[in-house]
T-cell receptor, first 111, second 116 residues
């Protein structure tokens, strides 16, 4: 899997949009950008993934740059429950390959 | 999404004893299961990959004789920590993937192991 680079930590005010960046400059053409999050003492939770088009679901939006070298996960209205470590991972979709987790971004939602 | 469970959710044991952790895929057949370990304030570290009916593949530095993995059915994998010591205290997480789940990985809730 290609490597990703994320900020170590970020703060965001409750009710505001949280924008989490990720750099993946060595991403291959068949690799997708995946985002997971891990709330304290829980297993990782899938958030969203995309190839090149922007994606949106009930949890978040994913914006991928045209050159695919970076992306941003957007939580439109952050709540205290969104406090977690967010992992950006690039991998080939629909394959049971192992996932190697980086250090992720620790997002603190401030009341 | 597909559901993966782990049992127990937490366990405390004495040093030298063995502990078994179960990972189950509840609504799909998991041809591949993965075991991770996570120490406080650190990221998940992959320990091993197991395919149903075959021996697990361990990551470099993980002792296969200490961390026994069995994946005897398409819905169950077990991790046994043998002769546990305090340094084995950690958060153990499994994930499962299968064709019916589009080969995406779904994670269990984790098991907190404390060795006294």
């Amino acid at each position: 899997d290609a490597k990703t680079t994320q900020p170590t930590s970020m703060d965001c005010a409750e009710g505001r949009a949280a924008n989490l960046p990720c750099n993946h400059s060595t991403i291959s053409g068949n690799e997708y950008v995946y985002w997971y999050r891990q709330i304290h003492s829980q297993g990782p939770q899938y958030i969203i993934h995309g190839l090149k088009n922007n994606e949106t679901n009930e949890m978040a939006s994913l914006i991928i740059t045209e050159d695919r070298k970076s992306s941003t996960l957007i939580l439109p209205h952050a709540t205290l429950r969104d406090t977690a470590v967010y992992y950006c991972i690039v991998r080939v979709a629909n394959r049971d390959d192992k996932i190697i987790f980086g250090k992720g971004t620790r997002l603190h939602i401030l009341p | 999404g597909a559901v993966v469970s782990q049992h127990p959710s937490w366990v405390i044991c004495k040093s030298g004893t063995s502990v078994k952790i179960e990972c189950r895929s509840l609504d799909f057949q998991a041809t591949t299961m993965f075991w991770y370990r996570q120490f406080p304030k650190q990221s998940l570290m992959l320990m091993a990959t197991s395919n149903e009916g075959s021996k697990a593949t361990y990551e470099q530095g993980v002792e296969k004789d200490k961390f026994l993995i069995n994946h005897a059915s398409l819905t169950l994998s077990t991790l046994t920590v043998t002769s546990a010591h305090p340094e084995d205290s950690s958060f153990y997480i499994c994930s499962a993937s299968g064709l019916a789940a589009y080969n995406e990985q779904f994670f269990g809730p984790g098991t907190r192991l404390t060795v006294l």
